[in-house]
């Protein structure tokens, strides 16, 4: 069978290659360490478990509506009114099977073959994918290295906009940098939107993934709340990455079409994991906040380790459960120009399992500064620590065999 012509234009997350390589290292019996991971190693709190038992010997185990059952639409605009300062209502919710399909349905519903799209570059592999596979023109952003960590750079993503450029895809609390910009950086992006007439996609996957202070949202500043589609997850804050629960919140306009392209597509999202959900938003916050504590003593031991590595600079992200330290100087002095050389000598060498720069975009013209990815949220501490000792180890062995050897 020939695939559609549209498939050429398909990308994927290549995340998932380094994952297969990581078991394939695995099978020959030798230790992974699994930086590569966006999922979360610790199980769903107990008592969202069984509101979803509770809930299918209830009988909720048809089909429900399209737009998901009212409860969880209530209690989520709820909590998103309460954390955002909006006055959204259960009409400006669609639940999804998970966060990621806003993405593909908010690019359905409004952008036109050939409309400009600003997207993160390094940023969620899928943006850069699902634009060009569904017509749109995919234009990247990205984000500046300071002493305190990443930043937007305002400037370069106004200058890159272009007649036709409608829509900005916006992750604050940003994978893979970790980045999020503060009410004053937010402020001066709502008043760019506000000039170029875009439409934003609030991806807020990580909003609740905070370790000191206040998450704020763009969708929150004057103005936006008309300009604005949030997508929300149940994933990273209750563990529940598996599950497969989000919602798109935005204009009835929006959630209306989306919430069309769900009978389209999936016809309604599980109905008794949407109950499990419901339980999750109206019962003690308390699991969440142990998770919390855990993913932050398992930011600092990885930050501390990187930190020692000569050649590695990495700042320390409060939100997000990745790190993207540079490694340009690593690279050089170990001689290696390529990432995937340098990856996967790592990988064999150590077991350290991790993923790079090129997998969060194709790389854009220029780029210098070289950066790796490693997430905590799939790796404990005792692991965290023996894995980057096994990659010190590695870096100061191979030390006096560079420049030049790496390949
Ligand atoms: N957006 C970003 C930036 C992500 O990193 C992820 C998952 O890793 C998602 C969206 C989608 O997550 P989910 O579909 O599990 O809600």
Redesign the pocket.
């Known amino acids: 069978m020939n695939l559609a012509i549209r498939f050429d234009k398909l990308g994927t997350e290549t995340a998932f290659a380094v994952a297969e390589e990581a078991r394939a290292i695995a099978r020959t019996g030798m230790k992974v360490y699994p930086f590569h991971l ?2 979360i190693d610790i199980k769903t709190p107990a008592h969202i478990i069984e509101a979803a038992v509770r809930a299918m010997n209830e009988g909720k185990t048809g089909y429900c509506s399209n737009y998901g059952v009212q409860e969880l639409r209530e209690a989520l605009v709820g909590e998103i009114n309460r954390s955002h300062g909006t006055a959204y209502a259960a009409e400006n919710v669609a639940i ?8 593909q349905k908010y690019l359905l519903s409004l952008m036109n073959p050939g409309d400009g799209v600003l997207y993160p570059n390094p ?2 592999p ?1 943006y850069e994918s699902l634009i060009g596979f569904y017509g749109g023109k995919p234009i990247p952003y990205t984000y500046r290295e300071t002493s305190d960590g990443f930043h937007l750079d305002l400037e370069k993503l106004e200058a890159s906009i272009e007649p036709g450029t409608r829509f900005l895809i916006f ?1 604050n ?4 940098t970790g980045a999020e910009a503060g009410p004053e950086e937010l402020q001066a992006l709502s008043e760019l939107v506000l000039r170029h007439d875009l439409s934003v996609l609030c ?1 807020e ?2 909003f609740d993934v905070r370790y000191e202070g206040q998450s704020t949202s763009l969708a929150s500043f004057p103005g936006m709340i008309d300009r604005c589609v949030i ?1 929300y ?4 804050k209750f563990a ?2 598996g599950w ?3 919602a798109a919140v935005g204009p009835r306009t929006v959630i209306d079409a989306i919430a069309k392209l769900n009978v389209n597509d999936e016809s309604c999202s599980n109905h008794f994991v949407q109950y499990a959900g419901l339980h999750a938003l109206q019962s003690s916050q308390e699991p969440s906040r142990e998770l919390l504590t855990i993913l932050r003593a398992r930011r600092d031991l990885s930050h501390g380790l990187l930190s020692v590595i000569p050649g590695v600079r990495c700042s320390l992200p409060n939100t ?1 459960f990745y790190l993207f330290p540079n490694v340009t100087g690593l690279m050089e002095r170990l001689g290696f120009s390529d990432y995937e050389p340098f990856r996967r000598a790592v990988l064999q060498a150590t077991g350290v399992s991790f993923c790079s720069r090129i997998h969060f975009g194709t790389p854009l013209p220029g780029e210098r500064e070289r950066y790796i990815r490693l997430s905590y949220s799939g790796i404990n501490l005792d692991s965290i620590a023996e894995g980057l000792r096994r990659l010190w180890e590695f870096t100061e062995s191979r030390r006096s065999r560079a420049p030049g050897s790496g390949g």
């Not at 999804?96 to 993405?103: A, E, F, T």
């Not at 997850?233 to 990273?236: G, I, N």
């Open positions: 966006g999922d999804q099977p998970g966060g990621k399909p806003v993405i940023g969620y899928i992750n609390y940003h994978n893979p991806d996957a990580y997508l997850t149940f994933s990273k529940m990455t497969r629960l989000g997000t």
